[in-house]
């Protein structure tokens, strides 16, 4: 779905290069294959071993990186990020990659996930005397490598990391070499890969195909590598927990063309609508996805149910992001703005609207007014994942229990408030499978928190939700 319709968004996009003369350029063709994780900033640091030099802006990586901005970022070694404003808020200043320059020496730190423990630390700090310039909880990460008291940046780095709670994938670089690191749970996905001899890390395997990068391999729960001109070692700060991957991330986050542990999005996606299809027994005319995250399940759907598939709603790639949304009623206009059926296809026919997830359910609504304003006869909702109940604290901008409409509306009830025919989602096991890691227990190394309530993670009294910080819709 839409995701600036739906309030569940991705917080951010991190990437990383080490070895080529232009890594700044690199790094701006990385970002662009991740603005779909965050497009309300972008930044990239490079250093030429030397010194470290940044250009960071609000809006899409097109639009802070225009013509000439990149010119004068010159160095092998780059680090860059995308986000959503979220954590932290809005803000020039926290617009990652964060910079910090001291007497001895400069950082710059990328991260995407949301750390559960940030208000503890932070107060913790601040005791101490350190004042912060950002309201980002990735900038704790940088007060506590400083504060740390080993000698050398590996060790301070690796302390400091040990002391982070929830999820973070963390791209670093000082003036001569940058160091990755994830989560011991591995909540957020991060590849690493080689573009000839230089090393690249990403968020999503759809940036190495971008560049023309070889995908090497995932980076592994508390894995930290250090990456110089004598080549990449790959040690630990923790020992690896429950792997907990996030599971939107394959239902409804990355690209259709990434990977994650090795399973393309675009077939996982598939499998969910099969699994579906499994599920439930339905009489139709035409299986319709909302674009672009519904279109694979969609596909998948039809395939197993021999329901042919169509192009029922298109999307109008062209709309600027709509801020101005005072009213009710220009909300509506905002998503018939984004979101046209198509007439010939619906009309007169008994369509399943395919979505990979209900919020809010506000949209839903909507989408299913759209269908049956342009002639169809029944509207049946499938969703490619269970009913999401619980918020996430680990950098997904799902709204708090209170606004969830499945935390306190039965299928029934939600069913009637968006006025479909009928409405089914997937069963968690249902999903798990059709995924298809292979990893060992029931929950095969997903974090399914949104859906069960049970986090990987100690979930702390003041650990912050992102979007409380920031609430835009
Ligand atoms: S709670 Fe849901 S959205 Fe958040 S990390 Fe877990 S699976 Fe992903």
Not at 111 to 122: C, D, E, I, K
Not at 266 to 295: F, N, Q, W, Y
Request: negative net charge; glycine residues 10%; charged residues 25%.
């Amino acid at each position: 779905m839409l995701a600036e319709l739906r309030g569940l968004n991705e917080e951010c996009g991190v990437f990383g290069i080490w070895g080529d003369p232009n890594a700044a350029q690199i790094t701006y063709y990385g970002l662009h294959a991740l603005q779909h994780r965050g497009q309300e900033g972008a930044g990239i640091v490079v250093t030429d071993g030397q010194s470290l030099q940044a250009v960071k802006g609000e809006g899409l990586v097109s639009e802070v990186f225009s013509t000439g901005k990149l010119d004068h970022l010159k160095g092998s070694g780059a680090i860059g990020h995308v986000r959503y404003a979220t954590a932290g808020g809005r803000g020039i200043e926290n617009v990652q990659p964060l910079l910090f320059r001291s007497s001895t020496g400069s950082l710059a730190i990328a991260h995407n996930g949301n750390l559960v423990n940030a208000n503890s630390l932070r107060r913790h700090l601040e005791r101490q005397g350190s004042i912060f310039q950002s309201s980002s909880d990735t900038e704790v990460l940088a007060h506590l490598i400083k504060k740390s008291g080993y000698a050398t940046f590996e060790q301070r780095a690796k302390n400091a990391l040990s002391l982070l709670k929830g999820a973070f994938a963390v791209v670093m670089m000082t003036e001569d070499e940058m160091t990755v690191a994830l989560d011991p749970n591995g909540l957020r996905p991060l590849s690493l890969g080689k573009l000839g001899d230089a090393w690249v890390v990403a968020s999503e395997t759809c940036a190495f195909d971008l560049i023309g990068a070889e995908y090497i391999r995932s980076i592994e729960p508390g894995e930290f590598l250090i990456i110089n001109d004598e080549g990449m070692r790959a040690e630990r700060f923790a020992f690896p927990q429950k792997r907990a991957i996030c599971t939107m991330e394959y239902v409804y986050f990355s690209r259709p063309d990434s990977d994650i542990d090795g399973i393309n999005i675009h077939m996982a996606r598939k499998r969910l609508g099969k699994e579906l299809a499994k599920e439930l027994e339905i009489d139709a005319d035409v299986v319709t996805g909302v674009p672009d995250s519904s279109i694979s399940a969609a596909i998948g759907f039809s395939e197993a149910t021999g329901i042919p598939y169509e192009l029922g709603l298109i999307k109008n790639r062209y709309v600027g992001r709509t801020f101005i949304q005072p009213s009710q009623d220009l909300r509506e206009r905002g998503v018939k703005m984004k979101l046209s059926p198509v007439r010939q296809v619906v009309n007169g026919k008994r369509v399943v609207m395919v979505d990979d997830s209900i919020v809010r359910g506000t949209t839903s609504r909507r989408i299913v007014t759209l269908l049956k304003e342009a002639g169809a006869t029944e509207v049946h909702v499938v969703i490619s994942s269970p009913p999401i109940k619980n918020p996430c604290f680990y950098g997904i901008d799902i709204s708090s229990s209170e606004e969830l409409i499945a935390s306190n509306k039965s299928v029934e009830e939600m069913r009637v408030l968006i006025g479909a025919d009928s409405l089914t989602f997937l069963s968690v096991e249902g999903m798990v499978r059709a995924i298809g890691r292979t990893d060992e227990g029931p929950d095969a190394g997903h974090c399914l928190a949104c859906f069960t309530n049970n986090y990987p993670t100690e979930i702390y009294p003041d650990t912050v939700l992102p979007h409380k910080k920031e609430l835009s819709r």
